[in-house]
């Protein structure tokens, strides 16, 4: 009799863990990115990319951050009345299964005070701080135009 009772809470606890509902997840891809080759001097750029979510779950993009430069932040540039505007936006969410595209004219990175000179083909390294706890990490090429198929 023991032995049996011993083998149903063995059965339950295993269906249980069966049962227990898996984690959905947000996988973000970062693909054609770049940075447009800086004329001497500047102090601002501008980073562009196609941002991809091949996960079951919406990531969520608080911020980015980059040993090449002083600051990164996320801005989008808006036209109203014929005027165009750039604003900081604190958050992009990417839906499971979609991208949003960071280009010239719409959602872009701005990079400020590069710490070092940048040519064309240079690469610049820039983490995207996510709802997932570790973010991700990017490599951005210099270059003068968008890769192809951006």
Known sequence: MRARSILCIGLLLAAAGLASPVAAAGKLKVEQSWVRTPPPGAVALAGYAVLRNSGDAPVIIHGAHSP????????????????????????????????????????????????RSL???????????????DGVDASFIVGDDAPSGH
């Open 68 to 115: 090449d430069f002083a600051a990164v932040s996320i801005h989008e540039t808006t036209e109203a009345d014929g005027v165009e505007r750039m604003q900081a936006l604190d958050t992009v969410e990417v839906a499971p299964g979609a991208s949003v595209v960071f280009a010239p004219g719409g959602k872009h990175l701005m990079l400020m005070r590069p710490s």
């Open 119 to 133: 040519s064309s083909g240079a690469a610049v390294k820039i983490h995207f701080d996510t709802n997932d706890s």
